[in-house]
């Protein structure tokens, strides 16, 4: 899907001029190759073109960029660490668009130990907000493959999930307060450090997901945890997503709160990561499925190797697994979840592949998986499919990679009804298209088909009430 903004002209020579100086020059980009890493995302899929990009300093510059676009209609895209999975990020092919990069605002503002928040702007790259934490002997415990180089606004502005939602929620249960700026250049600072505060509507909650429609985040105030003293990964080779759940459960009985992380996929999975990367199968043997358990907590580092050694003792006795290897070291420990964590990366070597996000009930996930696979055997009987991710939160991202030797862009021609067969199955089993990546631009046409009138009538007006202009991400989330 291509999102256009046609009701909203390129910016003048002058307004680039106005523009260009809020930030000054060696803070704008206006040259179109220099700006290649700003307008193209990682899986190349949505390529864009843009009139100018910032890299603004504060949030008073945000605020003076955001007037000026306002008074001229110049749309804007917020960007933070461009790692977003659905085009959200970058402009459309238009050229009439800007992106406000917030990479420049990158302090951390403030660690309160005590009140285990920490105050951060919004283009702090997430790895730097958990180090800020480790620091003080807490835990932020948003996890996810990319953060190495996302930002808590695109964090934040996705509701990203990760690997540790399960424990701990998506971003936007990590988040006590914001700082914004509006559409017409007005700061709403509600860098609330309360833990309670229930003083009316939550404007918070509204901006969280937004995916920069309604208003740019420049600074949050985020939760930290206590530092888990111990934490244990294994391995597990499985027969099937049923059993999977079975071993979660019995996880989770035997550890309270303990699970932090549960992940499942396929031997394809295994198979593509050993042929494209340095890591290596720890199990004797290969099997239909694999799951990732990680638990922590503990007393003292040592506590929790038993413990899940217990555990898969005794869902080894009641047949729910047939292998499982423990990280015995940190190495192993960041191998087990390189192999989970790559998985999309080197999907890329195997020709043409088409991503989803689906979510279901919990329970539900192996009647998603099984029904997923059926259809598109119909569909495609040759492809490669791969559902794989976090199953202990009912959200899989049910891959398809082309069939070997297939024509790469005849099988990417099949994006939107491929796509359709599975989203059309989670939207049966009353789930959802979007668990963790958001709309962006890939999945903005599905909007009416997934919210009823009443809604698509209040997120319009909400749109409206935020953003009368339409300057902000314009043709992402919701139809233009
Ligand atoms: C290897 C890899 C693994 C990933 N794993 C996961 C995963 O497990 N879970 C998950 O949820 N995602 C995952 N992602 C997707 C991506 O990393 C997340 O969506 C992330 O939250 C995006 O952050 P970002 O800083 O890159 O934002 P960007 O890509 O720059 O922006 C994303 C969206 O947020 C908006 N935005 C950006 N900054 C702001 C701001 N300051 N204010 C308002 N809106 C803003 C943008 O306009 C865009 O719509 C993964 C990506 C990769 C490459």
């Given at each position: 899907m291509d999102a256009t903004s046609p009701k909203l002209a390129a910016p003048s020579a002058e307004t680039i001029d106005r523009l260009v100086a809020v930030v000054g020059e060696k803070y704008a980009v206006r040259d179109a190759q220099e700006m290649e890493n700003y307008v193209t995302e990682w899986r190349d899929r949505w390529p864009g073109r843009a009139s100018l990009v910032l890299r603004p300093g504060s949030t008073q510059e945000v605020s003076e960029i955001l007037k000026i676009a306002n008074e001229t209609q110049t749309g804007v895209v917020p960007q933070s660490g461009n790692t977003g999975a659905v085009g959200g990020q970058v402009p459309s092919p238009s050229g009439n668009e800007i992106v406000v990069s917030l990479e420049r605002m990158n302090k951390i503002l403030r660690v309160e130990a005590l009140d285990n928040t920490i105050a951060v702007e919004a283009g702090c790259i997430l790895q730097s907000v958990q180090e800020a934490a480790e620091e003080v002997d807490r835990l932020f415990p948003l996890r996810i493959g990319s953060q190495g180089s996302c930002q808590i606004g695109g964090n934040l502005g996705t509701n990203a999930g990760g690997i540790a939602t399960l424990a701990y929620g998506n971003a936007r249960d990590l988040a006590l307060g914001l700082e914004v700026v509006m559409a017409d250049g007005r700061i709403w600072n509600g860098m609330n450090r309360l833990r309670k505060n229930n003083t009316g509507y939550d404007l918070r909650d509204i901006f969280i997901g937004s995916e920069g429609t309604l208003g740019i985040i420049t600074g949050a105030v985020l939760k930290l945890y206590p530092n888990p003293r111990d934490r244990a990964v294994a391995l597990v080779g499985i027969s099937a997503p049923e059993p999977a759940l079975e071993l979660l459960a019995l996880a989770q009985g035997k550890t309270g709160n303990g699970v932090v992380g549960f992940e499942i996929f396929p031997h394809y999975g295994m198979e593509i990561v050993e042929r494209h990367t340095e890591l290596r199968n720890p199990l004797g043997s290969y099997f239909p499925w694999y799951v990732?358990?990680?638990?922590?907590?503990?007393?003292?580092?040592?506590?929790?190797?038993?413990?899940?050694?217990?555990?898969?003792?005794?869902?080894?006795?009641?047949?729910?697994?047939?292998?499982?290897?423990?990280?015995?070291?940190?190495?192993?420990?960041?191998?087990?979840?390189?192999?989970?964590?790559?998985?999309?990366?080197?999907?890329?070597?195997?020709?043409?592949?088409?991503?989803?996000?689906?979510?279901?009930?919990?329970?539900?996930?192996?009647?998603?998986?099984?029904?997923?696979?059926?259809?598109?055997?119909?569909?495609?009987?040759?492809?490669?499919?791969?559902?794989y991710g976090h199953i202990g939160d009912g959200n899989i991202h049910f891959n398809i990679s082309q069939p070997e030797g297939a024509d790469t862009d005849a099988f990417m021609a099949r994006w939107d009804e491929l796509t359709g067969i599975i989203n059309n199955i989670a939207i049966d089993m009353s789930g959802s298209i979007s668990a963790e990546h958001g709309i962006g631009q890939s999945k903005t046409y599905m909007m009416p088909k997934v919210k009823s009138p009443l809604e698509m009538e209040l997120l319009l007006g909400l749109k409206d009430l935020f953003d009368p202009n339409g300057i902000l991400n314009p043709g992402k989330v919701l139809p233009s």
């Open positions: 990732i358990v990680e638990i922590a907590g503990g007393a003292a580092p040592g506590d929790l190797m038993p413990v899940l050694t217990s555990i898969l003792e005794e869902a080894f006795e009641a047949d729910l697994i047939s292998d499982a290897a423990l990280a015995s070291s940190e190495a192993q420990y960041q191998m087990f979840w390189s192999m989970r964590e790559r998985m999309s990366e080197v999907q890329k070597f195997e020709g043409g592949s088409i991503k989803l996000d689906t979510s279901v009930p919990v329970s539900q996930v192996p009647e998603l998986i099984e029904r997923g696979l059926e259809a598109l055997k119909e569909a495609v009987p040759d492809a490669r499919p791969l559902p």
